[in-house]
C-alpha cells in the first residue's frame, strides 16, 4: 500500500467516524475514540478488500475512496447502534436503572 491510500484511509476514517457519530441520532453510548477508531481500521479494511477484489488503489482514487466509505460507514453505524445494546437487545440508554422503582 502506497502513502496516499493509506493517508486516503486515514482521512475516510476521520470524516466516516465523526459524521458518523453526530448524524446517528439519541444518546451515544459509544465514546468518539471508539467511532473515530473503528472507522480509520475499517477504512484501511476497505483498501485491502478493494485491492483483493482487483481495483488498483494506487491509481484510482474513485472506487477505492468508495470501498473505504462504505466499510468505515458500515463499522461506524454497527457500533453506534449497538454500544446500547444489552441484556437481549434492550438498550441501557432508552432504560434508565431505576425507571421500574416506585418512590
Known amino acids: 500500500m502506497s502513502g496516499r491510500v493509506l493517508v486516503s484511509a486515514l482521512v475516510v476514517g476521520l470524516a466516516v467516524g465523526l459524521i458518523g457519530r453526530w448524524a446517528v441520532p439519541g444518546r451515544r ?3 468518539l475514540w471508539l467511532t473515530v477508531s473503528l472507522g480509520v ?3 484501511l479494511l476497505g483498501s485491502i478488500v478493494a485491492r483483493l477484489a482487483g481495483t488498483d488503489i494506487n ?3 474513485g472506487p477505492r475512496l468508495t470501498i473505504q466509505a462504505a466499510c468505515a ?3 461506524v453505524l454497527l457500533a ?3 454500544a446500547g445494546q444489552r441484556d437481549g437487545g434492550h438498550s441501557t440508554v ?3 436503572p431505576d425507571a421500574g422503582r416506585r418512590h
Open 80 to 82: 453506534l447502534l449497538t
Open 59 to 61: 491509481e484510482l482514487p
Open 94 to 96: 432508552a432504560n434508565p
Open 73 to 75: 460507514a458500515g463499522a
Open 29 to 31: 453510548a459509544a465514546p
Open 41 to 43: 481500521a475499517a477504512a
